[in-house]
């Protein structure tokens, strides 16, 4: 294999990642129509747009050079994500919206649990692995839940008072990296590997997760749905002009931020101050400084190097400066 992308890899698996999932679906049993009626209608409503459920596979390629055996993590990650992204549709206030024709939005919680933690832990437990394997990957989904809690709190919380590029980005790695580094290392600890690589591909996850975040980040900007000033978030990209922007500009920014929520026209000002030339160039430097932790870790892992290229790939399509 000389050349591979990860949407190569994607149109490959994604027909054995559904599959998967549909298998987990079952195994809850004839007793259980409504709940896996439920979930389909959350998975079918909730896609999503980028297709991530690579990771693993790329890992555990990476490690052995067959990603086939790493299609139950990628589907696992789909569920979690899944899961994980009507949670924060909730906490943006979207909570009383229905989702789909078929779903009102008490019965999507519900599946939504279902999908993030009921069937993860099923696929896990089905998998033909040594039952050590099996425990150890167990541990891992139970410690993210608990990291990825705690970021979201942070970030829903969103307390602008101290906020720095350093804070923020603590929380983007717990509540981002925190599911991107459980999903690495499951698919390390899939391949066997030594524990010393596995806590390598989980620190690789870390990175890797605080870089998706800020993608999102630049997303949500350019669609022009400015959900973040909508909801108060701290942003990386806010904690740049705070930390760095020039004398004054903390407390225009503050005033700012705190009365977004409820004004286009602030909104509209905050944003003209966080696209400032200077204040892109900061967090160009920082998403550089990031591509370039990953690729060092990459470089540290090595291994079948078709794999790896494609999530040097990867990393470079999320840290790109889009703004």
């Given at each position: 294999m000389?050349s591979?992308?990860y949407?190569d890899?994607h149109?490959?698996f994604?027909a ?6 549909a298998?987990?679906l079952e195994r809850?049993?004839a007793?259980s ?6 979930v389909?209608g959350?998975l079918?409503?909730?896609q999503?747009?980028h297709?991530?459920?690579?990771l ?5 390629g990476?490690e052995?050079g067959?990603p086939?055996?790493a ?11 899944t899961?994980?992204?009507?949670f924060?549709?909730?906490s943006?206030?979207?909570g009383?919206?229905p ?8 019965e ?11 069937l ?5 437990r ?5 039952e050590?394997v099996?425990?150890a ?10 990291v990825?809690?705690?970021?979201q709190l942070?970030d ?13 980005a603590?929380v983007?790695?717990g ?6 580094g ?7 600890i899939l391949?066997e590997?030594p524990p010393e690589q596995i806590?390598l591909?989980r620190?690789f996850?870390?990175?890797?997760g605080?870089?998706?975040q800020?993608f999102?980040?630049q997303?949500d900007?350019l669609?022009?749905?400015?959900e973040?000033?909508?909801n108060g978030?701290?942003?990386y ?8 922007g ?14 977004a929520?409820?004004?286009a026209r602030a909104?509209n ?17 920082d998403?550089?400084?990031?591509r ?14 078709a ?6 790939q ?6 790109r400066?889009?703004l």
């Amino acid at each position: 294999m000389n050349s591979l992308s990860y949407q190569d890899l994607h149109h490959k698996f994604a027909a054995d990642i559904d599959a998967e999932t549909a298998g987990a679906l079952e195994r809850l049993g004839a007793t259980s129509s409504g709940t896996k009626n439920a979930v389909v209608g959350l998975l079918r409503h909730q896609q999503l747009k980028h297709p991530l459920s690579v990771l693993p596979l790329l890992v555990h390629g990476a490690e052995t050079g067959s990603p086939e055996p790493a299609v139950p993590i990628a589907a696992v990650h789909v569920l979690w994500w899944t899961s994980a992204c009507y949670f924060d549709d909730l906490s943006d206030g979207n909570g009383s919206t229905p989702v789909g024709d078929e779903l009102g939005p008490h019965e999507a919680l519900l599946a939504s649990v279902v999908a993030g933690h009921v069937l993860p832990l099923q696929i896990l437990r089905a998998l033909q692995a040594p039952e050590e394997v099996r425990g150890a990957l167990t541990t891992e989904a139970l410690t993210c839940g608990a990291v990825a809690a705690e970021g979201q709190l942070a970030d829903i919380r969103g307390d602008l008072s101290g906020a720095t590029r350093k804070s923020v980005a603590e929380v983007y790695r717990g509540k981002s990296g925190a599911p991107f580094g459980m999903i690495t290392a499951m698919a390390a600890i899939l391949a066997e590997a030594p524990p010393e690589q596995i806590g390598l591909w989980r620190e690789f996850g870390h990175v890797f997760g605080i870089l998706w975040q800020l993608f999102n980040d630049q997303e949500d900007i350019l669609s022009g749905r400015n959900e973040d000033l909508l909801n108060g978030t701290v942003t990386y990209l806010l904690a740049c002009a705070l930390e760095e922007g020039a004398p004054g500009t903390a407390e225009r920014l503050t005033d700012l931020h705190a009365a977004a929520r409820e004004s286009a026209r602030a909104r509209n000002a905050l944003t003209e101050l966080l696209l400032a030339p200077a204040n892109q160039h900061r967090y160009q430097r920082d998403l550089t400084a990031f591509r370039e932790e990953a690729h060092r870790l990459l470089a540290d892992l090595g291994g079948d190097e078709a794999y790896v290229t494609a999530l040097r790939q990867l990393v470079d399509h999320s840290s790109r400066l889009y703004l």
